[in-house]
Every structure is written in structure tokens, then in C-alpha cells.
């Protein structure tokens, strides 16, 4: 039998009397490494209790204290960095730099979080009017929740915490079930680093958990990150109990490439190392494609789109496949579970139907474990399925407008709205680009837009349900409420004398 994840409640690692479970894969092998237990509302219940128990004095603690407790946590997670970035290889299947990333990504969260109190000052107005000053505060919401995904096992869920946790709030954490190893870990750290019993809190499991955070009526705030449908979903149930809500979905994120920014005929290892080819697939294959960042659409400008097929589909042979735990030389690792491998698998098999398969991901795979290989298909048109159709895997498609007026109406009709990007030289193509593509990232010679943590992940259309973005300042006015006191003091110039005077 294998080892079953246990949930966090205060201060206390508990396994939960749970009948369903979820298998933790290796995905580079297939092995089962481990079962999620699937709680429930009275799991949820439970963690709602301590998160309340503790919340009147985390609350009041002083912003300074809150931030020292953070101070220690970033330290702790710089020294575990190593450890963290290997846990995340062996349950997600990330290369080494990859995890590495998925983790320096969540401690800049942890960063902005520790200046808690330049981020909370509120504002001050003397004589707002006559003989009243007015002054507004930045106040917490009370107690929140996280749900996060699979796809970046550290990051995700340090969108949410560390701010929440910074500005005086508890929390509750839902990581994915298939990767809960990374959330248990930060868990640990965080308390290692003194913060108080219930102020962080972890419950594990499926559908059952994420409807009850939904509707709890003593949940505040409810953050979310997933596909658009879910999003959509958690926005409408959340909406229900009066929380304020945050909900990311998915993405189909487009890879503008102008005929200035790649020089012809490069092939093999010459077109992996230019920066816009190498921008280009990283953002494609990066992450096996499991990111709502990733660019799924290449567009090429009329007849320059021939050669730019033949040097992507040139570079994509030197990328290699494998267990990044056992080779960190690897390019790409495999996807999460066989779940994802089939459905990928046929995804590719129906676009080869309508258009041309460049490079196939499902022919010479390793043999064990969930691997899909980087994958072309070109003559993508908008009537297609693959246009609007979030893959989320190793799939990238070809498209050939004849003008960037046309490559720009092309994904203004995408209904997601996360990242576009465009590679030239030509500022004032760039510009062009740049103010009229609708979506909320966008990337100038940049593969993958995705903000640092002090600016906000800003996904628009349906690529975000909601009002304030996870990070940045949008996070921390999303885990606060304002308060705005106004003063009137009567007189103010009696003189006072001795230890007993009147009117003190």
C-alpha cells in the first residue's frame, strides 16, 4: 500500500478517515508514488474552525511581526530551494530548471509579501472638511481559500498565501490532488519559520472540497486557478455565499513571429539557439505545454511562414525527452498522468485530419511513464477546433495570416484572453501589436509574458472570472477591505496642567 497524504489542521499533520483517494504518479515512470485522500465538508469544517480560532490574533498582530515571520520563511525556503525543486520534478515531471523556476517564482511572492507594511499604509486627509480629518485603512477580509493546480506545484499557491497570510488573514489551501507533496512541504516550512497554529491550514481532495469552500458561509475569499469552465463554475458558487472571488482559467496564447525577427535558413542546433526560435519553443514545450502561459499558436507572415515552419520543426529535433530526475540534461519532461497522455494523443490524431502534421509527439517516446513529444501541425485556420481549443500539452499550431492587421483580427477572435506575444525589430509593429491585441500580458520579443510578482497576472475575457488579479497590488487589495474613519474633535485648546487637570 502505498503512503497516504496527510492534510494539515492548525498545527497538527493529520491523516483524514477518507474513503476515495487520488494516485500521486512519478509521470516520468508511471509509478504510484502515493494516494490524496478525498476529505470532505467535515474535513473543510474542521479547517474553517482553526483558521477562525486563530484569526483574531494573527489579525491584530502588527504588520512589522507579520513581516518578520515572512523574513524567516523566505530564508527557509532559499535553503530548501534544492529540496523543493526536486520534489516538484519527481510528482509534476518539470525539468530541474523548470522546478526551479516554479519555486524562485513563488518566493518573489513571498518577497513582495514581506513588505507588508509599505503595502498595507492606507491614506491620510486632514481637514477633509471643516474640523474633520479623514482617513482610510486597508483591513482583512477574514478567512480565505486557495484551489491550485497540477501545473505549477509552488508557484500557484504562493500567488495566494504569502499575501493573504501578510495582510493578516488565515488560510486554506486545496493544492491539486496529484501533486500535494510541494503544498505539504511549503506548509511545513512556513510553520517551521513560527507562524501561529491556524493561520495556514491544508485539506487535500477532489470536487466534493472545492464546492465546499465554495459555499462555506465563514470563507471570505475564494482564489482560484484552472480550466476556464471550472473558473466559470467556482465564480457562480462563490458568488453564492457573497465572497469575493478570484478566478483564473485557461488560455490560448498566440507566438507572432515578423519576417525581420529570424534570419533564414537556419536549421538544427543554428535555429535552436536563435533567440527567437529558442523564445518560441520554450514557450511552447516549456513545461511539456502545461501552462496557461504556454504559446499553442504560431503565426508567420505569408510567404516567410514556409522557412519559419522549416527551422521550428528544425529546432524541435534537438529537444530530448526523459526522466528529469534521472537526467536533468533532458529538454522537456513528460505530461501528468496517462489521462492527459490519451487525451493529447487524440487531440493530435483529430487536427492531423484537417491539416498538416509537422512533427508528431506521439511517435518516439520513451516507453515508460507519460510522454507526449513536442508537436507541429501547420495550416491552422480559425474555423479549426485547434484555434480556440486549449490542448494544454506539447501542441503547436501553425497559422499564416497575409498582414499583421490580419495575424492581429486572428487573435482578437480567440475567446480566452491571458498572453500575446510579437518578435521583431519594427518598433512600431511592435507598438501596433501591443495596443490592439484584446488580452491582459503581452510580450515584445518576450515567449512567455508572465508578470513577477509586482505586477498582476492579468488574464482577460475568459481567460478570468473576477475583478482584482492574483499578485501585485490587485492581490493585496483583493485580501483587504478598506475602512474609512472620519475624525471631528471638539475645541483642542484647553490648556492642560498638572497630573489631575480637567478636561483631559
Given at each position: 500500500m502505498t503512503e497516504i497524504v496527510p492534510i494539515l489542521i492548525g498545527d497538527r499533520w493529520v491523516v483524514p478517515d477518507c474513503d476515495a483517494f487520488t494516485p500521486v504518479h512519478r509521470p516520468a515512470t508511471g509509478q504510484i508514488i502515493a494516494r490524496t485522500p478525498h476529505c470532505g465538508?467535515?474535513?473543510?469544517?474542521?479547517?474553517?474552525?482553526?483558521?477562525?480560532?486563530?484569526?483574531?490574533?494573527?489579525?491584530?498582530?502588527?504588520?512589522?511581526?507579520?513581516?518578520?515571520?515572512?523574513?524567516?520563511?523566505?530564508?527557509?525556503?532559499?535553503?530548501?530551494?534544492?529540496?523543493?525543486?526536486?520534489?516538484?520534478?519527481?510528482?509534476?515531471?518539470?525539468?530541474?530548471?523548470e522546478a526551479r523556476g516554479d519555486v524562485r517564482r513563488g518566493v518573489e511572492v513571498v518577497e513582495l509579501a514581506c513588505g507588508v507594511g509599505q503595502l498595507l499604509k492606507g491614506e491620510v486627509l486632514p481637514e477633509l472638511a471643516t474640523g474633520i480629518d479623514g482617513m482610510a485603512t486597508r483591513e482583512p477580509v477574514g478567512i480565505c481559500a486557495g484551489i491550485t493546480?497540477?501545473?505549477?506545484?509552488?508557484?500557484?499557491?504562493?500567488?495566494?498565501?504569502?499575501?493573504?497570510?501578510?495582510?493578516?488573514?488565515?488560510?486554506?489551501?486545496?493544492?491539486?490532488?496529484?501533486?500535494?507533496?510541494?503544498?505539504?512541504?511549503?506548509?511545513?516550512?512556513?510553520?517551521?519559520?513560527?507562524?501561529?497554529?491556524?493561520?495556514?491550514?491544508?485539506?487535500?481532495?477532489?470536487?466534493?472540497?472545492?464546492?465546499?469552500?465554495?459555499?462555506?458561509p465563514e470563507i471570505a475569499a475564494l482564489s482560484f486557478v484552472g480550466s476556464s469552465p471550472v473558473a466559470r463554475r467556482v465564480y457562480e458558487l462563490a458568488g453564492q455565499t457573497g465572497k469575493r472571488c478570484q478566478a483564473?482559467?485557461?488560455?490560448?496564447?498566440?507566438?507572432?513571429?515578423?519576417?525581420?525577427?529570424?534570419?533564414?535558413?537556419?536549421?538544427?542546433?543554428?535555429?535552436?539557439?536563435?533567440?527567437?526560435?529558442?523564445?518560441?519553443?520554450?514557450?511552447?514545450?516549456?513545461?511539456?505545454?502545461?501552462?496557461?502561459?504556454?504559446?499553442?499558436?504560431?503565426?508567420?507572415?505569408?510567404?516567410?511562414?514556409?522557412?519559419?515552419?522549416?527551422?521550428?520543426?528544425?529546432?524541435?529535433d534537438t529537444m530530448t525527452l526523459g526522466d528529469t530526475l534521472a537526467d536533468d540534461g533532458v529538454s522537456m519532461g513528460p505530461v501528468i498522468d496517462g489521462g492527459s497522455q490519451q487525451r493529447l494523443a487524440t487531440s493530435i490524431g483529430a487536427a492531423a485530419k484537417e491539416m498538416s502534421l509537422v512533427r508528431d509527439g506521439r511517435a518516439g517516446v520513451p516507453?515508460?511513464?507519460?510522454?507526449?513529444?513536442?508537436?507541429?501541425?501547420?495550416?491552422?485556420?480559425?474555423?479549426?477546433?485547434?484555434?480556440?481549443?486549449?490542448?494544454?500539452?506539447?501542441?503547436?499550431?501553425?497559422?499564416?495570416?497575409?498582414?499583421?492587421?490580419?495575424?492581429?483580427?486572428?487573435?482578437?477572435?480567440?475567446?480566452?484572453?491571458?498572453?500575446?506575444?510579437?518578435?521583431?525589430?519594427?518598433?512600431?509593429?511592435?507598438?501596433?501589436f501591443a495596443r490592439e491585441v484584446e488580452c491582459g500580458m503581452v510580450g515584445i520579443n518576450v515567449g512567455v509574458p508572465a508578470p513577477m510578482a509586482l505586477f498582476s497576472f492579468s488574464g482577460w475575457n475568459q481567460s478570468f472570472f473576477g475583478d482584482l488579479h492574483v499578485q501585485g497590488t490587485e492581490g493585496v487589495l483583493f485580501y483587504t477591505r478598506q475602512k474609512t474613519t472620519l475624525t471631528r474633535w471638539q475645541g483642542g485648546t484647553t490648556a492642560f496642567t498638572g497630573v489631575g487637570a480637567k478636561n483631559r
Amino acid at each position: 500500500m502505498t503512503e497516504i497524504v496527510p492534510i494539515l489542521i492548525g498545527d497538527r499533520w493529520v491523516v483524514p478517515d477518507c474513503d476515495a483517494f487520488t494516485p500521486v504518479h512519478r509521470p516520468a515512470t508511471g509509478q504510484i508514488i502515493a494516494r490524496t485522500p478525498h476529505c470532505g465538508t467535515a474535513q473543510v469544517e474542521v479547517a474553517v474552525q482553526a483558521a477562525k480560532a486563530a484569526f483574531p490574533s494573527w489579525s491584530r498582530t502588527p504588520a512589522p511581526e507579520r513581516a518578520r515571520v515572512l523574513f524567516r520563511y523566505r530564508e527557509l525556503l532559499e535553503s530548501h530551494f534544492e529540496e523543493l525543486a526536486q520534489i516538484i520534478c519527481r510528482e509534476n515531471g518539470k525539468t530541474l530548471d523548470e522546478a526551479r523556476g516554479d519555486v524562485r517564482r513563488g518566493v518573489e511572492v513571498v518577497e513582495l509579501a514581506c513588505g507588508v507594511g509599505q503595502l498595507l499604509k492606507g491614506e491620510v486627509l486632514p481637514e477633509l472638511a471643516t474640523g474633520i480629518d479623514g482617513m482610510a485603512t486597508r483591513e482583512p477580509v477574514g478567512i480565505c481559500a486557495g484551489i491550485t493546480p497540477f501545473n505549477f506545484p509552488a508557484m500557484v499557491p504562493m500567488w495566494m498565501y504569502p499575501l493573504a497570510i501578510a495582510c493578516g488573514n488565515c488560510f486554506l489551501l486545496k493544492p491539486s490532488e496529484k501533486v500535494p507533496y510541494t503544498a505539504n512541504r511549503l506548509a511545513e516550512l512556513f510553520l517551521e519559520a513560527g507562524l501561529p497554529a491556524g493561520v495556514l491550514n491544508v485539506v487535500h481532495g477532489s470536487r466534493e472540497v472545492v464546492e465546499a469552500l465554495c459555499l462555506h458561509p465563514e470563507i471570505a475569499a475564494l482564489s482560484f486557478v484552472g480550466s476556464s469552465p471550472v473558473a466559470r463554475r467556482v465564480y457562480e458558487l462563490a458568488g453564492q455565499t457573497g465572497k469575493r472571488c478570484q478566478a483564473a482559467g485557461g488560455a490560448k496564447n498566440t507566438l507572432l513571429v515578423m519576417p525581420d525577427a529570424v534570419d533564414s535558413g537556419l536549421l538544427g542546433e543554428a535555429a535552436a539557439a536563435d533567440p527567437t526560435l529558442k523564445a518560441v519553443l520554450q514557450s511552447a514545450f516549456g513545461c511539456a505545454g502545461q501552462r496557461c502561459m504556454a504559446g499553442s499558436l504560431l503565426l508567420g507572415i505569408a510567404d516567410a511562414c514556409d522557412d519559419l515552419r522549416d527551422q521550428v520543426a528544425s529546432a524541435m529535433d534537438t529537444m530530448t525527452l526523459g526522466d528529469t530526475l534521472a537526467d536533468d540534461g533532458v529538454s522537456m519532461g513528460p505530461v501528468i498522468d496517462g489521462g492527459s497522455q490519451q487525451r493529447l494523443a487524440t487531440s493530435i490524431g483529430a487536427a492531423a485530419k484537417e491539416m498538416s502534421l509537422v512533427r508528431d509527439g506521439r511517435a518516439g517516446v520513451p516507453p515508460d511513464g507519460f510522454f507526449v513529444g513536442p508537436t507541429l501541425l501547420d495550416h491552422v485556420r480559425p474555423e479549426h477546433d485547434l484555434f480556440a481549443q486549449e490542448l494544454f500539452g506539447p501542441v503547436l499550431g501553425l497559422m499564416r495570416p497575409g498582414t499583421l492587421e490580419e495575424a492581429i483580427d486572428w487573435v482578437n477572435q480567440i475567446p480566452y484572453g491571458n498572453a500575446a506575444t510579437i518578435f521583431t525589430h519594427d518598433g512600431g509593429a511592435a507598438r501596433t501589436f501591443a495596443r490592439e491585441v484584446e488580452c491582459g500580458m503581452v510580450g515584445i520579443n518576450v515567449g512567455v509574458p508572465a508578470p513577477m510578482a509586482l505586477f498582476s497576472f492579468s488574464g482577460w475575457n475568459q481567460s478570468f472570472f473576477g475583478d482584482l488579479h492574483v499578485q501585485g497590488t490587485e492581490g493585496v487589495l483583493f485580501y483587504t477591505r478598506q475602512k474609512t474613519t472620519l475624525t471631528r474633535w471638539q475645541g483642542g485648546t484647553t490648556a492642560f496642567t498638572g497630573v489631575g487637570a480637567k478636561n483631559r
